[in-house]
T-cell receptor
């Protein structure tokens, strides 16, 4: 079992470009969560998705950020027109059907906006 | 709204010492509470998961307790080792069960 796979591990984008972060959940997990960790800050919840559905996006910035988890393929976190303040580590987690089984996290994507 | 606080923010101990990390949460209507370890520049490793019906969980030298009524959890590390040096994160589910809410962590340094 390969665990939660995130790629790329490191991503550099110029201001105004788009960033696409990918996450493949653990085998058998159908729930995906995205978190952002800003320098010197804690992990902040962004969005919770199940296959083809956004369940809770209360932590997502209202503009430029979007997430999807299609029927086939990985979950994608998309950031349009990146700004320097978007530089952070973005972590994906997955869990099985029920809430009682806890989360497994990936190694993260470190986004740097120059 | 669930809020999680961890005390202390940083802790330095000599090797071999037993230690306790504290976590408090504001909303007791949790599904579960999870402790993680994060090494610098790395991802999160799950240490212990305590479901809402449980009082404690143990794994090796680690023991985590949960007291929902007081909104507290503790992580006990026995016989600390330099390899235990890391940031320890506590996270509790929000009321809807749709997200884990994290504390800012306790950064532990164990000297040999």
């Amino acid at each position: 079992n390969a665990g939660v796979m995130q790629n790329p591990r490191h991503l550099v984008r110029r201001r105004g470009q788009e960033a696409r972060l990918r996450c493949s959940p653990m085998k058998g997990h159908s729930h995906v969560y995205w978190y952002r960790q800003l320098p010197e800050e804690g992990l902040k919840f962004m969005v919770y998705l199940q296959k083809e559905n956004i369940i809770d996006e209360s932590g997502m910035p209202k503009e430029r950020f979007s997430a999807e988890f299609p029927k086939e393929g990985p979950s994608i976190l998309r950031i349009q027109q990146v700004v320097r303040g978007d530089s952070a580590a973005y972590f994906c987690a997955s869990s099985p059907e029920a809430e009682d089984y806890g989360y497994t996290f990936g190694s993260g994507t470190r986004l740097t906006v120059v | 709204k669930q809020e999680v606080t961890q005390i202390p923010a940083a802790l330095s101990v000599p090797e071999g010492e037993n230690l306790v990390l504290n976590c408090s949460f504001t909303d007791s209507a949790i599904y579960n509470l999870q402790w993680f370890r994060q090494d610098p520049g790395k991802g999160l490793t799950s240490l212990l998961l305590i479901q809402s019906s449980q009082r404690e969980q143990t794994s090796g030298r680690l023991n985590a307790s949960l007291d929902k009524s007081s909104g507290r959890s503790t992580l006990y590390i026995a016989a600390s080792q330099p390899g235990d040096s890391a940031t320890y994160l506590c996270a509790a589910t929000n009321q809807a069960g749709t997200a884990l809410i994290f504390g800012k962590g306790t950064t532990l340094s164990v000297s040999s």
